[in-house]
C-alpha cells in the first residue's frame, strides 16, 4: 500500500514569491491534516479536512495561506506571498475514520521550505 | 494551551542500553488519547503507540515498552538493549475525545552510538 505522498521534497524561493505543497493520502483515508514543523519542535496542525471539508482551520494563518482539497483525495497548500518566518517543513497526514476516537496519523516524508 | 512537555531535548546513548523517553502532559479532558511517533533523519514521522485515557495497562511491543500513569499525568516510552537504528528524534502527543488535533511536544533526539 502506497504511503502519504507529498511533493516536492525540498523548496528555496525568495520572500515575497509565492510557493505551493502538493499531497496525496493514503487510498480510502477521508482525512487529511497539514501541519508545520519548525526547527527543533514539534508538528503543529495548520487545517484539518474531512473528506472535501475544512472542518479545522484555525490555525492557518489566513492572510497567506490557503489550502484546497478538491474532490475529496488530493491536497494543496499555498503561500502567497513568502515570507522569512515561513521557512520549515511542512507535513501531510491521514487518516482513516474507523470511529473509535482520536485515529493514528499517517505522515508523509515532506516538504522542506527555505525563504530566502 | 494544554501542554505535552518532553523534558529531554537530547539523550545520548551506548548500543545495548535501555533508555526511556519521558513525556508529561496536561489536560482538563476526561477522554483523551496518547500516541509516540518516531522521526528518523528522513524526516517521516512514523506512529508507534496510540493509548486512551481509559486503559492504564502498560504495554510491550518487542523492545519497546510504554508506561502510562494518569496519577502522574505521565507516558513514558522505554526502550531495552537500544540499537544505532533507534536513533531518532521521538515524540509525545496528545488528543482529546472531541477532536482530531494533536498536540505535539517538542521531541527527544536519541542517538544510539555503536
Known amino acids: 500500500e502506497a504511503g502519504v505522498v507529498q511533493s516536492p521534497r525540498y523548496k528555496i524561493i525568495e520572500k515575497k514569491q509565492p510557493v505551493a505543497f502538493w499531497c496525496n493520502p493514503i487510498?480510502?483515508?477521508?482525512?487529511l491534516y497539514w501541519y508545520r514543523q519548525n526547527l527543533g519542535q514539534g508538528p503543529e496542525l495548520l487545517i484539518r479536512y474531512e473528506n472535501e471539508e475544512a472542518v479545522d482551520d484555525s490555525q492557518l494563518p489566513k492572510d497567506r495561506f490557503s489550502a484546497e482539497r478538491l474532490k475529496g483525495v488530493d491536497s494543496t497548500l499555498k503561500i502567497q506571498p513568502a515570507e522569512l518566518g515561513d521557512s520549515a517543513v511542512y507535513l501531510c497526514?491521514?487518516?482513516?475514520?474507523?470511529?473509535?476516537?482520536?485515529?493514528?496519523?499517517?505522515f508523509g516524508s515532506g516538504t522542506q521550505l527555505s525563504v530566502l | 494551551a494544554q501542554k505535552v512537555t518532553q523534558a529531554q531535548t537530547e539523550i545520548s546513548v551506548v548500543e545495548k542500553e535501555d533508555v526511556t523517553l519521558d513525556c508529561v502532559y496536561e489536560?482538563?479532558?476526561?477522554?483523551?488519547?496518547l500516541f509516540w511517533y518516531k522521526q528518523p533523519p528522513s524526516g517521516e514521522l512514523v506512529f508507534l503507540i496510540r493509548r486512551n485515557s481509559f486503559d492504564e495497562q502498560n504495554e510491550i511491543s518487542g523492545r519497546y515498552s510504554w508506561n502510562f500513569q494518569k496519577s502522574t499525568s505521565s507516558f513514558n516510552f522505554t526502550i531495552t538493549a537500544s540499537q544505532v537504528v533507534d536513533s531518532a528524534v521521538y515524540f509525545c502527543?496528545?488528543?482529546?475525545?472531541?477532536?482530531?488535533?494533536?498536540?505535539f511536544g517538542k521531541g527527544t533526539k536519541l542517538t544510539v552510538n555503536p
Open positions: 502527543a496528545r488528543g482529546s475525545g472531541g477532536s482530531e488535533k494533536l498536540v
Open positions: 489536560t482538563r479532558d476526561t477522554t483523551y488519547y
Open positions: 487510498s480510502g483515508h477521508n482525512t
Open positions: 497526514a491521514s487518516s482513516h475514520d474507523s470511529g473509535t476516537g482520536v485515529e493514528k496519523l499517517f
